[in-house]
């Protein structure tokens, strides 16, 4: 296994901000020419999307990180996501994340690259193009954002935090809809400062880890959506956990972040009551043979 020592850890970091802002840049080319609408494609449903940006940036991203560390493991959405993710070092990659955002040109899309170990992340890097904001943090270093040390928050109470969950695109089955609603519901009946959604996780983490939002959570995210911003939250003095309180999983497809532990705990007790663990397909998901049909006619 390869020796991951500060400084090597900061040479893949430098590796990966470089990646990103090149990443960054042909995001930014999209945006000038406003084409990216040109090449949506569905994937498992109507809701989720990829363009040949995504492909193109995550082969760019790719290329550079196995020249740099050719014995790291990959797992990234567009070219290898069914890559396990295993206890040796792995690039965790979401090319373009946010890709509705991004068709409907919207600044809220970013780069992700996160480098974990053991299933943690190390080391994250977010480059939100449209906003020229680059987050990076290692495991034990703090989080910085164009350089400078970011902190969360610290908000501890929740009728005085702004939170922000998303509308799910991996289904809107009848089940899924009754606790997305229900759980606003009960947020804005407790009540809550102000309920915001957006459509990158790894966006709504950078506002969470630099004090802008107080908390966000998501049912159906993957590995990629938050390996980066798992840790740059962590360097910021926020938590990472499950939705329902516990020990967070890269690979268990659920996401909390609060910018206190305190938060979080009051946020869980009605992602409990909602029970807002499970996926629920129903309705909504179309089988992969489905999908490939449909690719093949677009
Ligand atoms: C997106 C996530 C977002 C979620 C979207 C989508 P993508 O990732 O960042 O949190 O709500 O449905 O999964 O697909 O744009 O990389």
């Not at 962590?234 to 499950?242: M, N």
């Not at 497809?253 to 946020?267: D, H, I, K, N, T």
Request: aromatic share 6%; charged share 25%; glycine share 8%.
């Amino acid at each position: 296994m390869a020796d991951l020592d500060e400084s090597n850890l900061r040479r893949y970091l430098d590796e990966a901000v470089s990646a990103a802002h090149e990443a960054g840049n042909l995001m930014l080319e999209c945006f000038a020419r406003n084409d990216a609408h040109t090449s949506v494609e569905e994937k498992a449903s109507n809701a989720d999307l990829v363009t040949k940006y995504d492909r193109q940036v995550e082969e760019l991203v790719l290329t550079r990180l196995r020249a740099c560390a050719p014995d790291f493991g990959v797992v990234a959405e567009e070219t290898a996501s069914k890559e396990e993710l295993t206890d040796a070092p792995t690039w965790v990659v979401d090319p373009i994340d946010g890709t509705t955002n991004f068709i409907h040109r919207q600044a809220e899309c970013c780069v992700l690259i996160g480098l974990a170990v053991r299933k943690r992340a190390v080391l994250g890097v977010c480059f939100i193009p449209k906003m020229d904001e680059l987050y990076t943090a290692i495991k034990g270093h703090g989080a910085f954002c164009n350089g400078r040390r970011i902190a969360s928050s610290g908000c501890k109470d929740l009728t005085k935090a702004m939170v922000n969950l998303h509308f799910p695109s991996y289904s809107r089955g009848p089940k899924v809809l009754e606790r997305i609603l229900g759980v606003n519901h009960d947020l804005l009946a407790h009540p809550v400062r102000a309920i915001r959604s957006g459509g990158s996780a790894g966006v709504d983490m950078m506002h969470v880890a630099r004090g802008r939002l107080d908390a966000y959570f998501e049912v159906g995210i993957y590995p990629w959506d938050v390996c980066a911003g798992q840790i740059i939250v962590e360097e910021a003095g926020g938590v990472c956990l499950d939705t329902m309180g516990g020990k967070f999983d890269l690979s268990s497809r659920r996401v909390m972040v609060a910018s206190s532990s305190e938060l979080a705990s009051q946020l869980a007790v009605h992602l409990r009551r909602r029970c807002y663990d499970t996926l629920d397909a129903e309705n909504y998901q179309c089988s992969k043979e489905e999908a490939d049909l449909k690719r093949r006619k677009t």
